[in-house]
């Protein structure tokens, strides 16, 4: 078995670990994402008034609404797109002889795992993002209230179906394919940096955690405006034209439009703290768990002890 398996297997296990300990700040930026009535009474001013208004209406399970299908999508996630990354870059290492990636085989791997993974992955972030923003609602009967209760993952992916066709699985996938860039931004500045830092010396756990966060300020920082329109397009599209995004270009018109530039960076403040966060937890527990994951494997007889050089 190769080391593409094992990179995976390790990515998808620090996809969970960076995904479970920063969620609470991923449902605060995809609310304020989603977000377009600022004068509503139930609307966010910020980053603050959203966790707290989240914690007194919703308690801390509000926080964490979605979580189920984004552990699933991050392990999902991280472990196609480290499968895909790796197979890239030994394909290129193979060819050309080298140990490290240049800067343009770097951006190709990124581009090919981003793509891969986007088109496979794209129906659990849609499921994700609705159960993330779906807002606990009182029921009244007769004379009686009691919470709504968020439906569970495969109700929620049954539900979009049934209501909204296959197809609506994949709503935002041409902004997410776009976003592909982000990886591409984030992993090309990664290599390289490690490359630097490994002519000096090794590189150890605070090395990748350090060197994950540089990368992914640099990659969401650019980016962002194209993850706020996914989000909304990932969303049950409005009757209302002006909330109804027909394509990436005719989101971020309509986003200026009615809401100015800085609504193309409602949350960004959160967004860049829990990806920063999330990129530096994973990078780190991704080269933690590699090599136990490579232990694992020939301890289960899927891989030869001869082959353990990685």
């Keep these: 078995m190769s080391d593409n398996v094992a990179h995976a297997l390790s990515g998808a296990g620090g996809g969970i670990i960076s995904m479970a300990v920063?969620?609470?700040?991923?449902?605060?930026?995809?609310?304020?994402?989603?977000?377009?009535?600022?004068n509503d009474a139930s609307a966010y001013s910020g980053n603050m008034d959203a966790l707290r208004k989240i914690f007194?209406?919703?308690?801390?399970?509000?926080?964490?609404?979605g979580l189920e299908s984004?552990?699933?999508?991050?392990?999902?996630?991280?472990?196609?797109?480290?499968?895909?990354?790796?197979?890239?870059?030994?394909?290129?290492?193979r060819a050309s002889k080298r140990k490290s990636m240049t800067t343009v085989e770097s951006m190709v791997s990124g581009a090919v795992a981003g793509a891969m993974t986007c088109i496979i992955t794209n129906p659990i972030?849609?499921?994700?993002?609705?159960?993330?923003?779906?807002?606990?609602?009182?029921?009244?009967?007769?004379?009686?209230?009691?919470?709504?209760?968020?439906?569970?993952?495969?109700?929620?992916?049954?539900?979009?179906?049934?209501?909204?066709?296959?197809?609506?699985?994949?709503?935002?996938?041409?902004?997410?394919l776009i976003l592909v860039i982000n990886p591409i931004i984030q992993y090309t500045a990664f290599e390289q940096l490690k490359n630097k830092v490994e002519r000096v010396r090794k590189l150890g756990s605070l090395d990748f955690f350090v060197l994950g966060a540089i990368s992914k300020l640099c990659a969401t920082s650019v980016t962002y405006?194209?993850?706020?329109?996914?989000?909304?397009?990932?969303?049950?599209?409005?009757?209302?034209?002006?909330?109804?995004?027909?394509?990436?270009?005719?989101?971020?018109?309509?986003?200026?439009?009615?809401?100015g530039i800085a609504g193309l960076y409602k949350g960004i403040e959160s967004k860049l703290l829990q990806s920063v966060l999330?990129?530096?937890?994973?990078?780190?527990?991704?080269?933690?768990?590699?090599?136990?994951?490579?232990?694992?494997?020939?301890?289960?007889?899927?891989?030869?002890?001869?082959a353990r050089k990685a």
């Design 125 to 176: 972030w849609v499921v994700n993002t609705r159960l993330t923003v779906k807002q606990k609602k009182l029921k009244q009967a007769e004379g009686n209230s009691s919470d709504e209760e968020t439906p569970s993952t495969l109700k929620a992916f049954a539900e979009i179906i049934r209501e909204d066709g296959v197809l609506s699985l994949w709503q935002g996938l041409i902004p997410a």
């Design 225 to 259: 405006p194209y993850i706020l329109i996914k989000s909304r397009m990932q969303l049950k599209q409005s009757k209302n034209e002006n909330e109804r995004y027909s394509s990436l270009m005719d989101g971020l018109r309509k986003v200026i439009a009615n809401e």
């Design 22 to 38: 920063t969620y609470p700040l991923i449902t605060v930026g995809t609310r304020l994402q989603v977000q377009r009535n600022n």
């Design 70 to 93: 984004a552990i699933f999508g991050a392990a999902v996630t991280n472990g196609v797109y480290y499968y895909f990354f790796e197979a890239v870059k030994a394909a290129f290492e």
């Design 278 to 306: 999330t990129a530096s937890l994973l990078f780190m527990s991704k080269e933690a768990l590699f090599s136990y994951t490579i232990k694992l494997l020939i301890l289960l007889g899927a891989r030869k002890a001869v």
């Design 56 to 65: 007194a209406n919703e308690g801390i399970a509000g926080l964490f609404s």
